[in-house]
């Protein structure tokens, strides 16, 4: 079955940068984007950008455009996002999900997620 | 800019019918899907293009969509059902966009 293991919970403070990584299992790794989505204390979930492993081809949302990097490793199955200069505001639990394959975008399996505290 | 209007929350007694809803003035032109969010827990697509129940989700689950609101039913919600649901479609760009999110209570 589809599984997406994401990697444990960070602390950091603000300015310093945190990478979260998603191992996918269960079908073939380079056949589907994997995207990230987060969601803040209080607020919904918020796109944040998403990779497609074939190729290595990503694309970000604007508000994250030159603080986010995702990257995958065909070796491993498993997909890693970094986010800079972070702020308090970027505390929040980080989701991996893979997209349906379809034409427009779209998610059916996500990971448990990853909580990231940012404090000083 | 475009947004997903969904209600903060909705309560039901355990056995009712939850319904709710998600507006947008493009999901005339779009598909929505609905996530089930439980803390600790990975979110759950409960519906796909508007009323699809992928394998696994219990037939309770029903979606529907008419003009610029979709709605999300759950007959004869249970307790297991308390949860945040959210609604997703994209915007005129096809870029990702979620509603903000319904907190269901069941009681």
């Known amino acids: 079955q589809v599984l997406l293991m994401q990697s444990g919970t960070e602390m950091r403070k603000p300015g310093a940068s945190v990478e979260v990584s998603c191992k996918a299992s269960g079908y073939t790794f380079t056949s589907y984007y994997l995207h990230w989505v987060r969601r803040a204390p209080g607020q919904g979930l918020e796109w944040m950008g998403a990779v497609n492993p074939g190729n290595g081809i990503t694309t970000y949302a604007q508000r994250f455009q030159g603080r986010i990097t995702v990257t995958s490793d065909t070796s491993t199955s498993t997909v890693y996002m970094d986010l800079s200069s972070l702020k308090s505001e970027d505390t929040a639990v980080y989701y991996c999900?893979?997209?349906?394959?379809?034409?427009?975008?779209?998610?059916?399996?996500w990971g448990h997620g990853t909580l990231v505290a940012v404090s000083s | 800019s475009y947004e997903l209007t969904q209600p903060p929350s909705v309560s039901v007694s355990p056995g009712q019918t939850a319904r709710i809803t998600c507006s947008g003035d493009e999901l005339p032109k779009k598909y929505v899907f609905w996530y089930q969010l439980k803390s600790g827990q990975a979110p759950i697509l409960v519906i796909s293009d508007d009323s699809k129940r992928p394998s696994g989700i219990p037939e309770r689950f029903s979606g529907s969509s008419s003009g610029a609101v979709a709605t999300l039913t759950i007959a004869g919600a249970q307790v297991e059902d308390e949860a945040d649901y959210y609604c997703y479609s994209t915007d005129t760009s096809n870029n990702p966009l979620f509603g903000g999110g319904t907190k269901l209570t069941v009681l």
């Open positions: 999900a893979r997209d349906t394959g379809r034409d427009s975008t779209s998610f059916d399996y």
